[in-house]
């Protein structure tokens, strides 16, 4: 009786213990796999092969979660305090990693689906067929390199704006330049986008990022209003072109406004302070009282 007693206290007890923790794990499972695609996917693959940055299949292993967790809130106070792995990173990779500003649970989060979605060589080699089975039965989008002149067009006129997008977001050249006589010069606001296609490793980076929008100011300008995938396409399809045709072409950025708007303006500003200078010689106090003086005489 004792012992059917114990036996019935036990389950009971681990049936407890299962509510409390197998839940809350699955449940860390599922909020690290959307983190991760909401912060991380764009510029990140785990296990399909580098995009803007490195792909991060195994980084659990080789990083300790301190130091993963202390590169994902502030990569570049990492890099700027001399750790090493962290400007070897940079060096290679040569873009600035933004800043996320996350609680520490949804960077375990992260960090656990990393890990979860990292299996062990052995593992990875013998799934790695079905795996590449599964994924060539995707539809693929249609890369740059087979982008039509009508597709180019198109996605000039969406980079500039002639062709609005159709959820409303803004134009690309409103905050960017691109050197392409299609499109007039853009905005200084961000980065020259005429090389974006080949710093960012082609179709696979770019197209990451106008999906995801990793960066703060594109993921508040878009919010709500995402670009389709046609639009990713053609977009993508422009800017493989004007990063091809870069050579060919005369840059139209914005500087040159600046520079020579701003000779103009400090010739004009010294020649109205020589002409200021030139009056007040001619007519100075002195001279004045001088010839006061002269006729207060006579």
């Not at 796999?33 to 092969?49: D, E, M, P, Q």
Request: proline share 4%; glycine share 8%; aromatic share 8%.
């Amino acid at each position: 009786m004792n012992n059917e007693r114990k036996i019935k206290t036990n389950l009971k007890a681990a049936l407890l213990w299962s509510a409390l923790f197998f839940p809350a794990g699955l449940l860390m499972a599922q909020d690290g796999a959307a983190l991760f695609k909401t912060n991380c996917s764009a510029c990140h693959s785990i296990g399909k092969g580098r995009l803007v940055g490195p792909d991060l299949k195994g980084v659990t292993n080789k990083r300790s979660e301190e130091w993963l967790g202390k590169f994902i809130k502030a990569s570049q106070s990492l890099i700027n305090s001399g750790d090493a792995d962290a400007k070897a990173i940079f060096d290679e990779f040569k873009v600035v990693m933004p800043d996320f500003n996350l609680p520490d649970a949804d960077i375990k989060a992260i960090i656990a689906h990393i890990a979860s979605q990292s299996p062990a060589e052995a593992e990875q080699a013998a799934t790695v067929e079905v795996v590449e089975t599964a994924t060539s039965n995707e539809p693929a989008m249609p890369g740059s390199e087979v982008a039509s002149k009508e597709d180019i067009k198109k996605g000039s006129e969406l980079f500039s704006g002639k062709t609005s997008f159709v959820n409303g977001g803004p134009s690309c050249l409103s905050c960017h330049n691109v050197s392409n006589e299609q499109v007039p010069a853009g905005g200084l606001l961000a980065k020259d986008l005429t090389s974006v296609y080949s710093r960012l490793g082609g179709d696979a980076g770019l197209q990451g990022i106008l999906k995801s929008f990793p960066f703060p100011a594109m993921a508040h300008s878009y919010k709500n209003r995402p670009l389709t995938d046609e639009e990713v396409r053609l977009v993508s399809a422009f800017l493989y072109d004007a990063d091809k045709s870069n050579i060919y072409q005369v840059s139209n950025s914005g500087n040159g406004i600046f520079i020579y708007g701003g000779g103009i303006a400090l010739v004009v500003l010294l020649i109205l302070i020589a002409l200021l200078w030139y009056n007040r010689k001619k007519n100075n106090v002195k001279y004045d009282i001088y010839n006061r003086q002269i006729k207060s005489s006579n």
